[in-house]
C-alpha cells in the first residue's frame, strides 16, 4: 500500500471536457508523483496521436492538461501497484462518484476495463470498451484499453480514437 506521501492528486477543475479514471497509481507513478509515469506506458503519446493534445507531454506536465480541459483521478487513492495487488478496501467509489458530479467533466475516461468494472461493480470480463450506455445524473462514460505496459496483450488505439472523435464533435 502507498504512503500517504505517495499518493497522486486528483486533478479537477469546474466544466473539464474530460478526466482520466484509472484504477490506481503504479508504483513508478506513485513515486514520481506523476500520472501513467512508467516508459513502457502509452498513455502520453497515444494521446496525442489521437488528437487529444497539441503534442507528446510528458508525464510530469499533468497538470499543464488542465489548460486543454482534462483532468485525473484513479479509483483508489489508498494503493498503489498493479491492480492484482490492490484490496477491495483500497477503492473509493463513492468518493469518485461524488467528485464527478461535484466538477461535472463532459465526459470520463476509465483507462482500463478493471477501473470501469469497479466503477460498475461487474466483472471486468461484463465491461466493453468504447462509449457506455448513459448514465442518469452522470457524464459521458467510455471505457479504453489499458496504456500499461503490462497490458500489451489488449492494447487496442480505436477505444482511445473513438474518444477523441467524441470530444472534438462534440
Given at each position: 500500500?502507498?504512503?500517504?506521501?505517495?499518493?497522486?492528486?486528483?486533478?479537477?477543475?469546474?466544466?473539464?471536457?474530460?478526466?482520466?479514471?484509472?484504477?490506481?497509481?503504479?508504483?513508478?507513478?506513485?513515486?514520481?508523483?506523476?500520472?501513467?509515469?512508467?516508459?513502457?506506458?502509452?498513455?502520453?503519446?497515444?494521446?496525442?496521436?489521437?488528437?487529444?493534445?497539441?503534442?507528446?507531454?510528458?508525464?510530469?506536465?499533468?497538470?499543464?492538461?488542465?489548460?486543454?480541459?482534462?483532468?485525473?483521478?484513479?479509483?483508489?487513492?489508498?494503493?498503489?501497484?498493479?491492480?492484482?495487488?490492490?484490496?477491495p478496501d483500497q477503492f473509493e467509489v463513492d468518493r469518485f462518484n461524488a467528485a464527478i458530479r461535484q466538477f461535472r467533466p463532459r465526459a470520463i475516461a476509465f483507462t482500463s476495463k478493471k477501473a470501469a468494472s469497479l466503477w460498475y461493480g461487474v466483472p471486468t470480463k461484463r465491461v466493453e470498451y468504447g462509449l457506455q450506455p448513459s448514465q442518469p445524473d452522470f457524464p459521458a462514460v467510455f471505457v479504453l484499453s489499458s496504456p500499461s505496459g503490462a497490458a500489451t496483450s489488449h492494447w487496442n488505439i480505436e477505444p482511445w480514437q473513438a474518444l477523441s472523435d467524441w470530444l472534438n464533435a462534440a
Open positions: 500500500m502507498a504512503q500517504q506521501e505517495d499518493k497522486l492528486p486528483d486533478l479537477f477543475a469546474p466544466d473539464l471536457r474530460l478526466v482520466f479514471v484509472g484504477t490506481a497509481a503504479g508504483h513508478r507513478s506513485a513515486a514520481e508523483r506523476a500520472y501513467y509515469a512508467h516508459p513502457g506506458n502509452r498513455f502520453w503519446r497515444t494521446l496525442h496521436e489521437v488528437g487529444l493534445t497539441p503534442r507528446c507531454f510528458k508525464p510530469q506536465e499533468f497538470r499543464d492538461l488542465l489548460a486543454l480541459g482534462i483532468g485525473f483521478t484513479d479509483m483508489s487513492k489508498r494503493g498503489s501497484g498493479m491492480d492484482h495487488t490492490l484490496t
